[in-house]
């Protein structure tokens, strides 16, 4: 793997959060960075599988260690990036795409698990990136991209903490690009609609109906783009695009979405049932 592919991360050192799942886009996105040459540094809960997935990346002839932390701790996130900084020098890049959803309409929610999205979703990828800031400075210059999706270009009934944490991420990113402009640090934000990954599979009986109205990507497209953001810093990808610009249409004239949405459901119901067969048999 490591003379495959062009080694534009040679000598980069990069921090992924979320990258316990084998079959997640972290995973994905810490297979390609070690390809192109980086160390790749995997943090999750799950220290099983990331060691699992960091041994795949060293049985291709790549460089990666599991980090087990709970990115819900503020001092666990500052404990990774000093643990990271120790045993590998610095940083270079750093990927937030660790994160959370509890599926089902607000009112039936426990408070806790509401708090939590926030947490993973928001408050987590701030406090890494505010701790992240000056270890790419010192390295003069760095990447940070942002998993957001594209819950956050359009809000998401019935997954509504989510998608205001993937908002918040996505304003979050937008206005940091602003504080950081003519500097050498670039922060991008990957924003996916439906990604065929346990995510989905975890509460597939509650995952809204209309998601599924949308064409899935696979871990390894979203992946791709989390490669490229990272290396030229463009503001915002989003996959499927043309999903992405219906979605902001239809956030910017609510007519329209009321409009689309019976059908938008009924199309997703179906494809939804043909995912649950695919997986589930
Ligand atoms: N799949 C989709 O349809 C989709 C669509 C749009 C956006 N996204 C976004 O893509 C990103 C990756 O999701 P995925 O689809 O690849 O699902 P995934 O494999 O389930 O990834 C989620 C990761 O977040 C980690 N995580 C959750 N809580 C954590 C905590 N307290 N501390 C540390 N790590 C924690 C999980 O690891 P542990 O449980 O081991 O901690 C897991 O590795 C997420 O930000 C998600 O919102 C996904």
Redesign the pocket.
Known sequence: MAQRLAQRFSGKVVLI?????P????AAAAQRFAGEGATVAL????AA?LEAVAQSIRDRGGQARAFP????DPAACEALLRAVEAAFGGLDVLVN?????TRGHVEHQDPAALANIIQ??LVAPIVLTRLALPRLRARGGGSIVQ?A???GQIPLDGEAAYSASKHGLRAFSFALREELAGSSIHVAVVS????D????LDELDDVPDIVFANPMST?DQVAALIVESATDGRRERTIPARTGALARLAAAVPALRRALTPTMNRRGASAKAAFRLRHRG
């Open positions: 959060t979320g990258a316990s799942r079959e997640g886009i972290g943090t999750a809960r799950g599988g932390a709970d990115l819900g795409n660790a994160g959370a959803n993973i979703n998993v999706s594209i819950a996916p609609g439906p990604v990954t346990g995510f989905l871990a």
